[in-house]
């Protein structure tokens, strides 16, 4: 019961950390409400994921004759270690029905559809196939009895940031992982004998923080390249999608485990990296990096091979929850479909991984705080979504404010405090001239100083700029003052509570 407890407050946790690691801003990307991703189209050939009209295993509550029911909603007692189980006779049963039935679909399609193609077969988490159906039979196809509906396959996107991403020494203690660490009788049993699914780049398994000589595997594993995987990483697997497996001009050193761009393996160092010690360490930073849950197993399934799409990340799901990970982890995603469309496969999967007993983590995604911007998977009801947090590392946390001293042309009037902070590459002191923007523009351009546009930048460079708080976002203030070329940014307010502002994730120096 408590490694249960500990894998939900893990994924808090690990959840906060992982969603930055989607990439930089989202300015200059279309929002999700903007046009869905087209299906996918390889040679004249549209692809989807045909779903049949039989639930899957993890939804399956009997009815009918000689099958028991699955679903742990009314048979609990099917379960293995708090979770589906796969081999119980119920379950067995039940998986050779659907594959039969999946059989006589694929004899079918064969003889009237010769030139179609299919891959992955769903019977966990989905019952359906990934396929590959020529245009002029995609209709035909859609009107079989046995088929429910022919869900489109579509990109999904890993929003890699231009810089590396941030050492993990701030991040914890952000958000309170070593009183977690405590309650659980130290680091040295965070997330012991649990097993967190990385559906990402994959993981790059010659990195310290994925080895672990003390752990001993559970049985059965490891599994997947058994070349990569080891004591720690339990699961090395590489799952192409449909529209790469038929790419004649893909490279074929894509389909590896191995992590060949890097996302992955920040995602599975924040969740379950190993404690690895640079104090010693020449031109590294003097610090202790370890993930949320150090003496957890990875499972890593590399989807971006090199790319990711609804079919290979909804096997990747199935695959997890087939391997028995405890907890499935997902850093990416992909414009969420709206009420009027058909229902997201990504989604389901997520739903009924949730069902089948296991904790789904998904990222927000990168679009901001708005209404209607959450990505798929992340708009699944039962995961864990979760969005950001700004850390020591992106400038400041509101933590950090501190009094700023003014002291020429002259100190300010007696009682006035000026808080503010200075990012990590800022100058300790800083000499420059202020321009104020409601005296700049006189109200033409901005409407009253409060910074919501921006404003010339032949005035505004080099010189720090004075706004009124109010009628936007900080943030926007931030960035339009960062947009005109200015140094600093003064926001000024008589307001109680001025001197709580929210942390302003801008680059460089600003």
Known sequence: MRSRRWSVWLLVGVLVALNPLWGASSRGRPLPSQALPETITVEGKKAYIVIFREPPLARYEGGIRGLAA????????????????????????????????????????????????????????????????????????????????????????????????????????????????????????????????????????????????????????????????????????????????????????????????GHGTHVAGVAAGNFVDLRDRPGARPVVLSGVAPKAFIGSYRVFAPNAATDNVVKAIEEAVADGMDVINISFGSVS?????????????????????????????????????????????SAITVGAVTNAHDGFTPGQLRVIQVTSPEPPAPGLRVVGVRANRFPESLVTPIVDADLLDNGRLDGGGYGCNTLPAALVRDRALLVQRGNCLILTKAFNAWMSGATALIIYNNQEAGDVIDAIPLAGQF
Request: hydrophobic fraction near 40%; charge should be negative; glycine fraction near 8%.
């Open 70 to 261: 699955t679903s742990l909603r009314v048979a609990p007692q099917n379960r293995r270690e708090g979770k589906l189980s796969l081999e119980s006779p119920a379950s067995a049963n039940y998986l050779s029905y659907l594959e039969a039935r999946q059989n006589v679909f694929v004899q079918r399609l064969r003889q009237r559809v010769p030139e179609a193609q299919w891959a992955y077969a769903y019977r966990i988490v989905l019952n359906g196939l990934a396929a590959l159906i020529p245009e002029d039979h995609v209709e035909e196809v859609a009107r079989w009895p046995e088929v429910a509906r022919l869900a489109p396959i579509r990109a999904n996107q890993l929003f890699a940031g231009p810089t590396a991403p941030a050492p993990l020494d701030v991040s914890n203690p952000l958000m309170g992982v070593p009183e977690l660490w405590e309650a659980v009788g130290g680091p040295e049993n965070a997330g012991r004998g649990l097993k967190i699914g990385i559906i990402d780049s994959g993981v790059d398994f010659s990195n310290p923080m994925f080895h672990d000589p003390t752990l001993v595997p559970p049985p059965g594993f490891p599994k997947g390249d058994l070349t990569l995987a080891n004591s720690k990483v339990i699961v090395a697997k590489v799952i192409p999608s449909l529209q790469d497996l038929n790419n004649k001009n893909i490279n074929p050193g894509h389909f590896t485990a191995q992590d060949l761009v």
């Open 337 to 381: 479909l709206g009420p009027q469309e058909e229902p997201d496969p990504q989604v389901e999967a997520v739903e009924n991984a949730v069902a089948a007993g296991v904790v789904v983590c998904v990222a927000a995604g990168n679009f901001g705080p708005d209404r209607a911007t959450i990505t798929s998977p992340g708009t699944a009801p």
